[in-house]
Protein backbone atom coordinates (compact mmCIF):
# COMPACT_ATOMS: atom_id res chain seq x y z
CA UNK A 1 0.00 0.00 0.00
CA UNK A 2 1.01 3.60 -1.18
CA UNK A 3 -2.19 5.49 -0.60
CA UNK A 4 -4.97 5.71 1.17
CA UNK A 5 -7.78 8.62 1.33
CA UNK A 6 -10.18 9.50 4.50
CA UNK A 7 -13.86 9.39 4.11
CA UNK A 8 -17.40 9.26 6.02
CA UNK A 9 -19.80 6.63 5.67
CA UNK A 10 -22.42 9.75 4.32
CA UNK A 11 -19.37 10.74 1.86
CA UNK A 12 -20.63 7.09 0.09
CA UNK A 13 -24.14 6.31 1.37
CA UNK A 14 -27.00 8.03 -1.28
CA UNK A 15 -23.85 8.67 -3.89
CA UNK A 16 -24.05 5.87 -6.18
CA UNK A 17 -21.58 7.62 -7.90
CA UNK A 18 -18.92 7.57 -5.34
CA UNK A 19 -17.46 4.15 -4.97
CA UNK A 20 -15.80 4.38 -8.64
CA UNK A 21 -15.24 8.22 -8.31
CA UNK A 22 -12.69 7.34 -4.99
CA UNK A 23 -11.81 4.47 -6.97
CA UNK A 24 -10.72 6.23 -9.92
CA UNK A 25 -8.61 8.43 -7.54
CA UNK A 26 -6.02 5.60 -7.90
CA UNK A 27 -5.60 5.06 -3.75
CA UNK A 28 -4.77 1.84 -2.26
CA UNK A 29 -7.42 2.20 0.26
CA UNK A 30 -10.04 4.02 1.95
CA UNK A 31 -10.10 5.16 6.05
CA UNK A 32 -14.00 5.07 6.35
CA UNK A 33 -14.68 6.40 9.60
CA UNK A 34 -16.60 3.96 11.82
CA UNK A 35 -15.96 5.91 15.80
CA UNK A 36 -15.62 10.00 14.80
CA UNK A 37 -16.57 13.01 16.99
CA UNK A 38 -18.80 15.62 16.10
CA UNK A 39 -18.51 17.55 13.20
CA UNK A 40 -20.22 19.59 10.58
CA UNK A 41 -18.75 18.32 7.21
CA UNK A 42 -19.10 19.75 3.67
CA UNK A 43 -20.49 17.25 0.81
CA UNK A 44 -19.91 19.27 -2.34
CA UNK A 45 -19.76 15.83 -4.26
CA UNK A 46 -23.09 14.42 -3.05
CA UNK A 47 -26.06 14.47 -5.37
CA UNK A 48 -28.65 14.87 -2.42
CA UNK A 49 -26.80 17.37 -0.09
CA UNK A 50 -24.11 20.14 0.71
CA UNK A 51 -23.97 19.84 4.57
CA UNK A 52 -24.05 17.11 7.36
CA UNK A 53 -24.08 18.30 10.85
CA UNK A 54 -22.72 15.16 13.27
CA UNK A 55 -23.90 16.94 16.30
CA UNK A 56 -22.27 14.21 18.46
CA UNK A 57 -19.38 11.86 18.97
CA UNK A 58 -21.31 8.51 17.17
CA UNK A 59 -20.66 4.63 16.12
CA UNK A 60 -21.38 4.06 12.86
CA UNK A 61 -21.26 0.38 13.32
CA UNK A 62 -24.23 -1.55 14.80
CA UNK A 63 -24.53 -0.66 18.27
CA UNK A 64 -24.98 -3.63 20.23
CA UNK A 65 -26.72 -3.28 23.39
CA UNK A 66 -25.72 -6.17 25.19
CA UNK A 67 -22.06 -5.19 24.40
CA UNK A 68 -22.70 -1.51 26.26
CA UNK A 69 -25.76 -2.58 29.29
CA UNK A 70 -24.91 -1.01 32.22
CA UNK A 71 -21.96 1.03 31.05
CA UNK A 72 -21.38 4.73 31.69
CA UNK A 73 -19.18 5.71 28.62
CA UNK A 74 -21.28 4.34 25.79
CA UNK A 75 -21.43 5.48 21.98
CA UNK A 76 -24.62 6.77 20.96
CA UNK A 77 -26.01 5.79 17.07
CA UNK A 78 -25.89 8.21 14.82
CA UNK A 79 -29.38 10.00 14.64
CA UNK A 80 -28.48 11.60 11.31
CA UNK A 81 -27.92 8.39 9.17
CA UNK A 82 -30.27 5.73 8.29
CA UNK A 83 -30.24 2.23 9.23
CA UNK A 84 -28.11 0.79 12.56
CA UNK A 85 -24.99 -0.07 9.93
CA UNK A 86 -23.57 2.80 7.86
CA UNK A 87 -19.97 2.20 8.42
CA UNK A 88 -21.08 -1.36 6.51
CA UNK A 89 -23.52 -0.04 3.62
CA UNK A 90 -20.59 2.20 2.89
CA UNK A 91 -17.80 -0.09 3.07
CA UNK A 92 -19.84 -2.99 0.92
CA UNK A 93 -20.20 -0.11 -1.72
CA UNK A 94 -16.33 0.32 -1.29
CA UNK A 95 -15.62 -3.25 -1.62
CA UNK A 96 -17.70 -4.14 -4.76
CA UNK A 97 -15.42 -1.76 -6.98
CA UNK A 98 -12.22 -2.80 -5.86
CA UNK A 99 -11.55 -0.76 -2.64
CA UNK A 100 -9.95 -2.28 0.59
CA UNK A 101 -11.96 -0.67 3.94
CA UNK A 102 -9.86 0.03 6.63
CA UNK A 103 -11.98 1.32 9.97
CA UNK A 104 -10.94 4.83 10.69
CA UNK A 105 -11.49 4.89 14.87
CA UNK A 106 -11.82 8.24 16.94
CA UNK A 107 -10.70 7.21 20.33
CA UNK A 108 -10.86 9.73 23.26
CA UNK A 109 -12.49 12.50 21.33
CA UNK A 110 -15.73 12.25 22.61
CA UNK A 111 -17.53 15.29 23.42
CA UNK A 112 -20.66 13.51 24.67
CA UNK A 113 -19.49 11.42 26.45
CA UNK A 114 -17.12 14.06 28.82
CA UNK A 115 -20.45 15.85 29.54
CA UNK A 116 -22.22 12.76 30.83
CA UNK A 117 -18.99 11.90 32.94
CA UNK A 118 -16.92 15.30 33.68
CA UNK A 119 -15.35 13.56 36.06
CA UNK A 120 -13.23 10.90 33.25
CA UNK A 121 -12.37 14.23 31.03
CA UNK A 122 -8.90 16.05 30.97
CA UNK A 123 -8.36 19.39 33.36
CA UNK A 124 -5.90 21.78 33.08
CA UNK A 125 -3.28 23.41 36.04
CA UNK A 126 -6.43 26.04 36.17
CA UNK A 127 -9.08 23.88 36.68
CA UNK A 128 -10.87 24.10 33.54
CA UNK A 129 -11.99 20.53 32.29
CA UNK A 130 -12.23 19.73 28.75
CA UNK A 131 -15.43 18.21 27.67
CA UNK A 132 -14.04 16.86 23.98
CA UNK A 133 -11.49 15.40 25.68
CA UNK A 134 -11.52 11.82 27.64
CA UNK A 135 -8.62 11.25 29.90
CA UNK A 136 -6.67 7.40 29.41
CA UNK A 137 -5.42 7.88 33.10
CA UNK A 138 -9.16 6.83 34.18
CA UNK A 139 -9.48 2.86 33.61
CA UNK A 140 -13.29 4.06 32.99
CA UNK A 141 -11.64 5.49 29.88
CA UNK A 142 -9.42 2.36 29.09
CA UNK A 143 -11.78 0.21 29.54
CA UNK A 144 -14.45 1.97 26.58
CA UNK A 145 -11.57 2.17 24.25
CA UNK A 146 -10.82 -1.86 24.48
CA UNK A 147 -14.46 -2.55 23.91
CA UNK A 148 -15.09 0.48 21.55
CA UNK A 149 -12.22 -1.21 19.58
CA UNK A 150 -13.61 -5.17 19.93
CA UNK A 151 -17.07 -4.21 18.76
CA UNK A 152 -15.80 -2.20 15.44
CA UNK A 153 -13.71 -5.15 14.68
CA UNK A 154 -15.85 -7.19 15.25
CA UNK A 155 -19.07 -6.29 13.39
CA UNK A 156 -17.31 -4.28 10.33
CA UNK A 157 -14.58 -6.57 9.68
CA UNK A 158 -12.33 -4.25 8.19
CA UNK A 159 -9.54 -4.35 5.86
CA UNK A 160 -7.15 -2.74 8.44
CA UNK A 161 -7.77 -0.24 11.26
CA UNK A 162 -6.73 3.45 12.29
CA UNK A 163 -6.48 4.65 15.09
CA UNK A 164 -6.74 8.38 16.09
CA UNK A 165 -6.67 10.23 19.08
CA UNK A 166 -4.83 7.34 20.99
CA UNK A 167 -3.96 9.18 23.94
CA UNK A 168 -4.27 12.12 26.01
CA UNK A 169 -6.15 15.31 24.15
CA UNK A 170 -5.24 18.45 24.97
CA UNK A 171 -6.71 22.23 24.56
CA UNK A 172 -6.53 21.98 20.75
CA UNK A 173 -8.96 20.15 18.26
CA UNK A 174 -12.17 21.19 20.67
CA UNK A 175 -15.52 22.80 20.38
CA UNK A 176 -17.44 24.08 17.99
CA UNK A 177 -17.26 27.97 17.90
CA UNK A 178 -13.88 28.11 18.60
CA UNK A 179 -13.04 31.84 20.70
CA UNK A 180 -9.25 31.76 21.92
CA UNK A 181 -7.02 32.70 19.07
CA UNK A 182 -6.66 36.56 20.67
CA UNK A 183 -4.93 34.80 24.05
CA UNK A 184 -1.63 35.10 22.33
CA UNK A 185 -1.45 31.11 23.25
CA UNK A 186 1.72 29.60 21.02
CA UNK A 187 2.25 26.44 20.70
CA UNK A 188 4.03 26.14 24.32
CA UNK A 189 1.44 27.41 25.93
CA UNK A 190 -1.30 25.19 24.27
CA UNK A 191 1.18 21.96 25.49
CA UNK A 192 1.36 23.62 29.26
CA UNK A 193 -2.65 24.20 28.93
CA UNK A 194 -3.17 20.25 27.57
CA UNK A 195 -1.33 18.57 30.85
CA UNK A 196 -3.72 16.88 32.88
CA UNK A 197 -4.49 17.31 36.34
CA UNK A 198 -7.67 15.60 36.99
CA UNK A 199 -7.68 13.25 40.16
CA UNK A 200 -5.92 10.05 38.02
CA UNK A 201 -3.45 12.14 36.51
CA UNK A 202 -2.55 13.91 40.15
CA UNK A 203 -1.83 10.79 41.28
CA UNK A 204 0.44 9.30 38.68
CA UNK A 205 2.45 12.20 38.97
CA UNK A 206 2.74 12.23 42.88
CA UNK A 207 3.28 8.17 42.66
CA UNK A 208 6.21 9.74 40.01
CA UNK A 209 7.56 11.01 43.45
CA UNK A 210 6.45 15.07 41.97
CA UNK A 211 4.52 17.41 44.04
CA UNK A 212 1.73 18.20 42.41
CA UNK A 213 0.82 21.78 43.63
CA UNK A 214 4.36 23.14 42.77
CA UNK A 215 3.95 21.55 39.26
CA UNK A 216 -0.03 22.98 38.82
CA UNK A 217 2.27 26.12 39.76
CA UNK A 218 5.14 26.01 37.13
CA UNK A 219 2.15 25.25 34.74
CA UNK A 220 0.03 28.17 35.24
CA UNK A 221 3.75 30.68 35.27
CA UNK A 222 4.58 29.33 32.20
CA UNK A 223 1.12 29.91 30.45
CA UNK A 224 0.62 33.53 31.94
CA UNK A 225 4.55 34.15 32.01
CA UNK A 226 4.56 32.64 28.24
CA UNK A 227 7.36 30.28 28.76
CA UNK A 228 9.83 29.50 25.86
CA UNK A 229 9.65 25.45 26.20
CA UNK A 230 7.92 23.47 28.07
CA UNK A 231 10.68 21.87 30.01
CA UNK A 232 12.10 25.71 31.00
CA UNK A 233 8.17 26.22 32.66
CA UNK A 234 8.51 22.66 34.71
CA UNK A 235 11.99 22.84 34.79
CA UNK A 236 13.43 19.80 37.19
CA UNK A 237 10.22 18.24 36.72
CA UNK A 238 10.00 18.22 33.54
CA UNK A 239 11.39 14.92 32.67
CA UNK A 240 9.24 12.92 35.03
CA UNK A 241 6.28 14.84 33.69
CA UNK A 242 7.42 13.93 30.40
CA UNK A 243 7.15 10.19 31.78
CA UNK A 244 4.23 9.94 33.07
CA UNK A 245 2.42 11.49 29.82
CA UNK A 246 3.98 9.05 27.73
CA UNK A 247 2.67 6.10 29.60
CA UNK A 248 -0.80 7.13 29.74
CA UNK A 249 -0.37 6.74 25.68
CA UNK A 250 1.49 4.02 25.91
CA UNK A 251 -0.70 1.75 27.65
CA UNK A 252 -3.63 2.85 25.79
CA UNK A 253 -2.13 1.95 22.85
CA UNK A 254 -1.35 -1.67 23.98
CA UNK A 255 -4.93 -2.11 25.30
CA UNK A 256 -6.45 -1.23 22.07
CA UNK A 257 -3.76 -2.86 19.70
CA UNK A 258 -3.75 -6.19 21.58
CA UNK A 259 -7.88 -5.81 21.54
CA UNK A 260 -7.44 -5.78 17.48
CA UNK A 261 -4.89 -8.54 17.45
CA UNK A 262 -6.75 -10.82 19.38
CA UNK A 263 -9.23 -10.99 17.05
CA UNK A 264 -7.63 -10.94 14.03
CA UNK A 265 -3.90 -11.16 14.36
CA UNK A 266 -2.74 -10.45 10.62
CA UNK A 267 -4.84 -7.31 10.65
CA UNK A 268 -2.94 -3.45 9.31
CA UNK A 269 -3.00 -1.58 12.13
CA UNK A 270 -1.94 2.18 11.46
CA UNK A 271 -1.50 4.59 14.20
CA UNK A 272 -1.59 8.65 14.01
CA UNK A 273 1.26 9.84 16.39
CA UNK A 274 4.00 12.33 17.36
CA UNK A 275 7.59 11.67 19.09
CA UNK A 276 7.28 15.11 20.04
CA UNK A 277 6.89 14.46 24.13
CA UNK A 278 4.35 17.05 24.94
CA UNK A 279 2.22 16.20 21.85
CA UNK A 280 -1.60 15.59 22.34
CA UNK A 281 -4.98 15.08 20.32
CA UNK A 282 -5.40 13.70 17.03
CA UNK A 283 -1.51 12.55 17.22
CA UNK A 284 -0.51 11.65 20.47
CA UNK A 285 3.55 10.98 21.89
CA UNK A 286 5.01 7.85 21.54
CA UNK A 287 8.39 9.41 22.84
CA UNK A 288 10.31 6.64 24.32
CA UNK A 289 9.02 3.88 21.78
CA UNK A 290 6.19 2.73 20.05
CA UNK A 291 5.82 -1.05 22.45
CA UNK A 292 2.89 -1.79 20.49
CA UNK A 293 2.41 -4.12 17.06
CA UNK A 294 1.91 -1.18 15.10
CA UNK A 295 2.50 -1.55 11.17
CA UNK A 296 2.19 1.97 10.30
CA UNK A 297 3.02 5.31 11.89
CA UNK A 298 1.45 7.90 10.38
CA UNK A 299 2.93 11.79 10.96
CA UNK A 300 0.71 14.99 10.61
CA UNK A 301 2.28 16.47 7.44
CA UNK A 302 -0.07 19.52 6.81
CA UNK A 303 2.31 21.83 7.48
CA UNK A 304 4.12 20.69 4.22
CA UNK A 305 6.81 18.16 3.43
CA UNK A 306 9.97 21.04 4.35
CA UNK A 307 8.30 22.14 7.85
CA UNK A 308 7.49 18.36 8.93
CA UNK A 309 11.17 17.20 8.54
CA UNK A 310 11.97 17.56 11.85
CA UNK A 311 8.89 15.94 13.18
CA UNK A 312 9.73 13.07 10.00
CA UNK A 313 13.14 12.83 11.70
CA UNK A 314 12.05 12.77 15.45
CA UNK A 315 9.86 10.45 14.38
CA UNK A 316 12.62 7.86 12.48
CA UNK A 317 14.71 8.09 15.34
CA UNK A 318 11.93 6.76 18.02
CA UNK A 319 10.69 4.14 16.23
CA UNK A 320 13.87 2.84 14.29
CA UNK A 321 14.34 2.56 10.47
CA UNK A 322 12.71 -0.47 9.78
CA UNK A 323 9.17 1.35 10.68
CA UNK A 324 6.67 2.39 8.19
CA UNK A 325 5.87 5.93 8.03
CA UNK A 326 2.89 7.65 6.31
CA UNK A 327 2.52 11.30 6.17
CA UNK A 328 -1.12 12.58 6.62
CA UNK A 329 -1.42 14.93 3.64
CA UNK A 330 -4.14 17.58 3.14
CA UNK A 331 -6.04 17.88 -0.11
CA UNK A 332 -8.17 20.68 1.64
CA UNK A 333 -6.76 24.73 1.98
CA UNK A 334 -4.52 25.99 2.44
CA UNK A 335 -2.61 23.52 0.22
CA UNK A 336 -2.70 24.41 -3.44
CA UNK A 337 -5.19 22.91 -5.87
CA UNK A 338 -3.04 22.62 -8.97
CA UNK A 339 -2.02 19.13 -9.24
CA UNK A 340 1.84 20.08 -9.62
CA UNK A 341 2.28 21.41 -6.35
CA UNK A 342 0.73 18.31 -4.65
CA UNK A 343 2.60 16.42 -6.79
CA UNK A 344 5.99 18.23 -5.37
CA UNK A 345 5.03 17.84 -2.00
CA UNK A 346 4.72 14.12 -2.32
CA UNK A 347 8.05 13.69 -3.92
CA UNK A 348 9.52 15.62 -1.06
CA UNK A 349 8.20 13.78 1.63
CA UNK A 350 8.82 10.55 -0.38
CA UNK A 351 12.35 11.58 -0.99
CA UNK A 352 12.77 12.30 3.34
CA UNK A 353 12.01 9.14 4.07
CA UNK A 354 8.01 8.87 3.60
CA UNK A 355 6.70 5.25 2.93
CA UNK A 356 3.45 6.08 2.31
CA UNK A 357 0.58 9.14 2.01
CA UNK A 358 -3.03 9.18 3.71
CA UNK A 359 -4.96 11.96 1.94
CA UNK A 360 -7.13 13.92 4.02
CA UNK A 361 -10.00 14.60 3.12
CA UNK A 362 -11.85 12.76 -0.19
CA UNK A 363 -15.40 13.30 0.81
CA UNK A 364 -14.78 17.13 1.69
CA UNK A 365 -12.89 18.39 -1.02
CA UNK A 366 -13.79 20.11 -4.47
CA UNK A 367 -13.62 18.49 -7.58
CA UNK A 368 -10.94 20.86 -9.03
CA UNK A 369 -8.91 19.21 -5.66
CA UNK A 370 -9.80 15.42 -6.21
CA UNK A 371 -8.33 15.92 -9.98
CA UNK A 372 -5.37 17.52 -8.62
CA UNK A 373 -5.20 14.28 -6.05
CA UNK A 374 -5.78 11.89 -8.79
CA UNK A 375 -3.41 13.53 -11.02
CA UNK A 376 -0.10 13.67 -7.96
CA UNK A 377 -0.95 10.40 -7.90
CA UNK A 378 -0.47 8.75 -10.75
CA UNK A 379 3.02 11.02 -10.99
CA UNK A 380 3.72 9.28 -7.83
CA UNK A 381 4.14 6.10 -9.43
Request: net charge negative; proline share 6%.
Amino acid sequence: MKTLAHAYPWDIIGDPAAPARLRDLGVDGIALAASYHSVRAATPQHPAHRLVDARHAALYTPLRPSAWEGRRLAPAAPSWMTGDDSYGEAARALRDVGLPVHAWIVLTHASRLGELAPELCVRNAFGDRYAHALCPAQPEVIDYCQLLVREIVECARPDGVVFEACGPLGFAHGGHHEKTEGAGWGGVQQQLLSLCFCAACMSRYADAGLDTAELGRRVRMGVDAVADSVEEALGDMAPSVAAVRASLARHLRQQVVAAVRAIDAGIRITLHASADPWATGAFPTIAGGVDADVDVLVINGWAGAQASRPSMAAMRAVAGPQARLASYVLVLPPQSAESAALARELADFAQAGIDEFHFYHVGLASALRLRAMRQAIVQLG
